[in-house]
């Protein structure tokens, strides 16, 4: 309740301004990628280790973030020791909320010193302990389980030379704790998206199938009308991603793994447009949209796109992200009663198309240099009309229309 107070009365301080971040490149998508991945590593192992980050690394991770949450920016610096993290989150048109975090390294290399700030208010040490108490307290409450303190996830730490370098203790099974701390009032039914995997996974199994296919089976006797209709379709979208990407989707679910049942195969074998590519891309994104904020969707295709560009990828693919851009729409329409009442019908009728042969045409494999040249970013007016011209293509299909 305590920093509840101090954030409300500190919501009018403004601090430093900071600057608008710029569109993020391929390496920056893979600087990201790889501290998560990093962080991801440290979580499942059995014992502490290390984590090294550069100031290139995560002034790269910052503008892929703020890109994906355009409301937040984030700027880190390494001088004297000391890891700082400046961070503004507007509130509205012109009203921010200005922050910051500074880590400091200690002379035994061990827990480091931490100082806070918000606005132009200073937190001194001894009120930021019990504050973090406090937020650790209230997030386990939340989750509903143990998450480590900061003494106990941070054992040492050491920053100098553009770079910082921290060992972490983070206990396995971590990560799925933190999922939970998302808003789950509206959470999709993991169990029912589970039934729904097991009934598509028995009427489909067996054989090579279309995803269309997929999506009129979990469809099969699906509510028509009202919320009951929205309920259905959301789960359905899960299912879809667990029958093409694997089991592991069914967290986008509330209680979706824990409902999970492994007597069958974890995926089916399923194509779109002769693709399983494009199979999964879609089906993924239809869930993230029917989940989340689909917004999240678009940034996640397109930083997966920069991220294939790079040198071993497969290069930037516009067909991928027509069956991403296409997934979106239909996980959209699954989260309201009116559109996903419809889809049941659509369903139900026929199998729809859920991506036109023109979207096949579309460039890809292409590496970054030939991006860059082509289309120079992600902010371009020549990317944007290529994003248009998939989102005309995808107005000719009826179940994709809004």
Known sequence: MLALVLFAGAAALTG??????????????????????????????????????????MEGAARVLTNGVPPLRLSPRVAD???????????????????????????????????????????????????LGLAHKAAEMRAGTRFPTTREAILAFEAGKGTANVVLDLPQGLLKGVSKLAPSDDAIDGRLANRLYVAAHQRL????????????????????????????????????????????????????????????????????????????????????????????GRALGTWKELDDSLAGGSGFSFVDLAADRAGLRLGEAATSPVRAGTLSSRFAAGIPELLPLAALGFGEGMGTSTFEHRYRDVSSAEYAEAVARIDRALDTLPVMQR
Do not use: C, Q
Request: proline residues 8%; charged residues 20%; glycine residues 8%.
């Open 16 to 57: 430093e301004r900071i600057a608008a971040p710029g569109v993020p490149s391929a390496s920056d998508v893979r600087a990201a990628r790889n501290l998560a991945v990093a962080l991801a590593e440290v979580a499942a192992a059995e014992e502490p280790s290390p984590v090294t980050a550069s100031i290139a690394d």
């Open 205 to 296: 199994g067996g054989r090579a199938v279309d995803l269309p296919e997929v999506y009129a089976a979990l469809f099969k006797g699906a509510p028509r009308t009202g919320e009951a209709a929205r309920r259905h379709a959301r789960a359905a979208m899960v299912a879809a991603a667990m029958l093409v990407v694997g089991p592991r989707a069914g967290r986008l679910a509330r209680d979706g793994e824990a409902s999970f049942s492994p007597m069958l195969p974890a995926t089916l074998s399923v194509t779109l447009a002769g693709r399983d590519d494009l199979a999964k891309h879609f089906t993924l994104s239809a869930a993230l949209a029917a989940a989340a904020d689909p917004a999240i």
């Open 81 to 131: 020791d000391a890891l700082a993290v400046k961070a503004a989150f507007r509130l509205s048109d012109g009203t921010w909320l200005t922050g910051g975090v500074r880590i400091a390294e200690v002379e035994d290399y061990g827990y480091p010193r931490i100082s806070a700030n918000i606005g132009t208010l200073p937190i001194p040490a001894l009120l930021l302990e019990p504050l």
